[in-house]
C-alpha cells in the first residue's frame, strides 16, 4: 500500500502524502496488522504500565519488588505515564483518525502493547477508579488494527499477551470485584477488546484508614502474594 509508513502505519508527519492515501474505513483508522514475528526479541518481552502518579507511591513500591523479580524472565519495558504527555480524544483527532492520521508515537504505543508477551499495570484506587491519565494512554492507544479489530459481529483483540497484573492500593476498605470497585471490570472489559488474557488483581486496602505499621503489613502482604503470582505469571 502506498503512503505508509515502514511499520505500515500512516502517520501525523505523512500528511502531505494522506491527500492521496488509498484509505480507510468510515469513522476508524485503518492500521495495519501488527507483524509480532518481525519484533520478537531473544528474551519474552513485559510491559509496564505505570500510573503510579505519587512520589512515594505505595502502589509502585509493591510494583518495584514484583518487576525487580519478573525482570529475570522478561525484559521490562516501562511506559511511564508521569510523564502525562497524552491528551483525551477529542473532535480533532477523530478527524485525523477518519483521515488515517494517528501519531506516531501513539501507533508505536500501541504496537508495545500488541506485541508484549506480559502486561503489568500499577495504578493507585482514584476516584473508585483508576487515575484519568491511563484512561486517555488506554484511549490513544486502543487502535484499530493494531489492539484490536472489530466488525458486526463483534471485536476480535490482536494483542499477544497471555497474562496481566494488575497492581493497586486503596485508601477506603473496598475489595476486588467490589461493585463501588470500577477499575477491575474496567481493565477487563478492555482486555476482552484488545485480546489479553487472564487478568489477575494484587491489592491492598485501607491503607489510609491503617496505622504505619498496619500499612507497612499490608504492603509486605501485597508483595509476597505478587512474588507468588511471578512464579506463574
Ligand atoms: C485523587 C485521589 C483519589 C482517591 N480516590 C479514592 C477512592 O475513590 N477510593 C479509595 O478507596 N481511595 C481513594 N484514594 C486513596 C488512594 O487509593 C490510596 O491512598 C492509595 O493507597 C494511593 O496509592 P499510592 O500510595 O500508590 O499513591 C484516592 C487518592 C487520591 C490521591
Given at each position: 500500500m502506498r503512503n505508509v509508513s515502514k511499520s505500515g502505519c500512516r502517520t501525523k508527519m505523512d500528511e502531505r502524502e494522506i491527500?492521496?492515501?488509498s484509505v480507510v474505513s468510515r469513522n476508524l483508522v485503518y492500521l495495519s496488522a501488527v507483524n509480532p514475528a518481525s519484533r520478537r526479541p531473544f528474551m519474552k518481552t513485559l510491559l509496564f504500565i505505570n500510573a503510579c502518579m505519587r512520589t512515594g507511591s505505595r502502589t509502585q513500591r509493591i510494583a518495584d519488588v514484583v518487576l525487580a523479580k519478573l525482570s529475570g524472565r522478561y525484559r521490562v519495558e516501562t511506559i511511564d505515564l508521569?510523564?502525562?504527555t497524552f491528551s483525551p480524544v477529542d473532535n480533532a483527532v477523530l478527524e485525523d483518525r477518519n483521515e488515517g492520521i494517528v501519531p506516531e508515537t501513539h501507533v508505536e504505543l500501541a504496537r508495545k502493547i500488541a506485541t508484549a508477551d506480559r502486561i503489568v499495570i500499577a495504578a493507585p484506587f482514584w476516584d473508585m477508579s483508576f487515575p484519568a491519565v491511563l484512561k486517555v494512554f488506554f484511549e490513544r492507544t486502543s487502535l484499530f488494527g493494531v489492539t484490536f479489530h472489530a466488525n458486526e459481529r463483534g471485536c476480535s483483540g490482536?494483542?499477544?499477551?497471555?497474562k496481566v497484573l494488575y497492581i493497586t492500593t486503596r485508601g477506603m476498605n473496598i475489595k476486588t470485584g467490589e461493585p463501588l470497585e470500577q477499575a477491575t471490570p474496567y481493565i477487563q472489559a478492555l482486555s476482552h477488546l484488545w485480546g489479553l488474557g487472564d487478568l489477575t488483581v494484587v491489592a491492598a486496602e485501607n491503607l489510609d484508614y491503617s496505622t504505619s505499621e498496619e500499612v507497612e503489613i499490608k504492603i509486605r502482604q501485597a508483595i509476597n502474594e505478587g512474588l507468588r503470582i511471578c512464579d506463574e505469571f
Open positions: 491527500v492521496s492515501a508521569r510523564d502525562n490482536l494483542c499477544r499477551a497471555e
